[in-house]
């Protein structure tokens, strides 16, 4: 499998961005609008993938942390 780029899951969960799902996670304190079960599909298909996990990691963007967390390696972590 190709890796994907940082632009590609960008581009992904922006289209994933549901508005009621905003609404709801709003009221639990998140800031993001993406659905958790739609991320974790997500983050199935891409499997670990340690640089793309970095990357989406040093955005600001709360969904895009969200899956760096599901597709890293947690041992490969930089402390």
Same mark, same amino acid.
């Given at each position: 499998?190709?890796?994907?780029?940082?632009? $590609?899951?960008? *581009? $992904?969960?922006? *289209?994933?961005?549901? /508005?009621?799902?905003?609404?709801?996670? $709003?009221?639990?304190?998140?800031?993001?609008?993406?659905?958790?079960?739609?991320?974790?599909?997500? @983050?199935?298909?891409?499997?670990?993938?340690?640089?793309? @996990?970095?990357?989406?990691?040093?955005?600001?963007?709360? *969904? @895009?942390?969200?899956? *760096?967390?599901?597709?890293?390696? /947690?041992?490969? @972590?930089?402390?």
């Amino acid at each position: 499998m190709a890796e994907t780029t940082l632009a $590609e899951v960008m *581009a $992904e969960l922006a *289209a994933l961005e549901d /508005p009621k799902a905003r609404q709801v996670n $709003e009221k639990h304190g998140d800031d993001h609008g993406v659905n958790l079960s739609k991320l974790r599909a997500l @983050a199935k298909r891409l499997t670990t993938q340690q640089d793309l @996990a970095r990357e989406l990691w040093t955005t600001s963007d709360t *969904a @895009a942390r969200l899956l *760096a967390l599901l597709i890293c390696r /947690p041992g490969d @972590a930089d402390r």
